[in-house]
């Protein structure tokens, strides 16, 4: 049920978009296709990068989360270098999350996964995605719910409106902004809350 009673719109920021034929290409690591257009391909080579290059740690989530688990749960190390890495690659940072996120902010996401112990359980939500045929990219038909959209530069990919246009029949806002990444509400909270903001406002 995609319209539950009470809820008037949804806001995301990495939104699935990505059409079944054209991820079909991308899980076999073929050129763009040549009907894309330059919004289209640029998101196009953003993904195959991850799928071919830093795809390994969800790969190992979606096989055999609780083996890669045992390292989370064991090893405060392993779990520190395996966040670091993430934090690393999906910043706004040049590969340098130091330049956005303090040592201490760093520390304290890490720790919340040590002390509770949810490496583990975490995992399992990608071999549970995995199983149900799913993926975080796909292209997720949304009809008539209020969808709005906001792309940050250093996201995994940059999703074309194009795209969300066919996905989302009811996109009522969309926006690029200029600097945060995946982690976009930690980067950048006071930008992501003006995001939100105006992504509402037409809803009120």
């Known amino acids: 049920m995609q319209n539950p009673e009470g809820l008037l719109g949804i806001h995301v920021n990495m939104p699935g978009t990505v059409p079944p034929d054209v991820l079909r290409h991308l ?17 196009y ?24 688990g045992y390292a989370l749960a064991d090893s ?5 270098a395996y966040y670091y890495d993430k934090f690393s690659e999906w910043t706004d940072s040049g ?14 996401a890490i720790s919340l996964y040590w002390l509770t112990s949810t ?21 997720f038909d949304i009809p008539t719910l209020p969808v709005a959209v906001s792309v940050f530069p250093a996201e995994i990919y940059r999703a ?11 996109l009522v806002y969309w926006n690029e902004v200029d600097k945060g ?6 980067e ?13 406002e037409s809803q009120r």
Not at 27 to 43: C, G, I, Q, T, V
Not at 49 to 61: E, L, N
Not at 160 to 170: D, I, V
Not at 181 to 186: E, S
């Open 181 to 186: 990444g995946h982690f976009a509400a930690w």
């Open 45 to 68: 080579e953003q993904l195959r990068h991850f799928y071919r290059d830093g795809f390994g740690y969800a790969a190992m989530m979606n096989q055999s989360p609780q083996t890669i």
């Open 95 to 108: 590969g340098e999350p130091e330049e956005v996120l303090s040592y201490d902010e760093m520390l304290n």
């Open 76 to 80: 405060p190390v392993a779990m520190a």
């Open 119 to 139: 490496g583990t359980s975490s995992s399992r939500s990608y071999w549970e995605g995995a199983q149900a045929g799913g993926g975080p990219f796909n292209a």
């Open 27 to 43: 899980r076999n690591f073929d050129p763009a296709p040549a009907k894309l257009s330059d919004s289209e391909r640029s998101a």
């Open 188 to 200: 950048q909270p006071e930008l992501f809350s003006s995001e939100l903001r105006a992504a509402f």
């Open 160 to 170: 074309p409106r194009s795209w969300a246009e066919r996905a989302f029949g009811n």
